[in-house]
């Protein structure tokens, strides 16, 4: 969940750093992956490593996983849409309230995961 929150607080910025460019020239979006590389690091079957030599096998484990801003790719219809900045408000938007609604879960998660440790060490709800 902690990576979740990282990743969403970032792709909050980016998409942020997107709407504030809106009317820039030849100006293109940008975009996070997170999830695509958390299912693409949960599905890849992985080796042991025993050995500092051993050759890793499979992708990174989900633990490892980083978030990355990479350049969005504009789809050909999106193109002239969305006009000379190539960013279009409503899709941006759009995934504005989709991270929104995904960051204020995953803290939800987190506050009742360290209510949880307080209500063990302490024996009293809060």
């Known amino acids: 969940m902690n990576k979740g929150l ?4 970032l792709r909050q910025k980016v998409i942020a750093k ?3 460019n809106a009317t820039t020239p030849n100006y293109q ?3 996070v992956k997170f999830e695509e590389l958390l299912v693409d690091s949960a599905i890849t079957a992985k080796g042991i490593v025993s050995d ?3 050759i890793p096998i499979g992708k990174k484990d989900v633990n490892d996983v980083e978030t990355e801003a990479t350049k969005a790719d504009i789809p050909a219809p999106e193109v002239f849409f ?3 900045s190539h960013v279009n ?3 941006e938007m759009s995934n504005l309230a989709q991270s929104q609604i995904k960051f204020r879960f995953a803290s ?3 506050k009742s995961y360290f ?3 307080q209500y063990s060490i302490t024996g009293q709800k809060s």
Do not use: L
Not at 6 to 9: E, I, K, L, N
């Open 29 to 31: 979006p940008e975009e």
């Open 108 to 110: 939800q998660m987190v």
């Open 6 to 9: 990282d990743a969403y607080a």
């Open 89 to 91: 408000i409503d899709k």
């Open 18 to 20: 997107n709407i504030a």
């Open 82 to 84: 969305s006009g000379e």
């Open 52 to 54: 500092s030599r051993h």
């Open 115 to 117: 209510q949880g440790i």
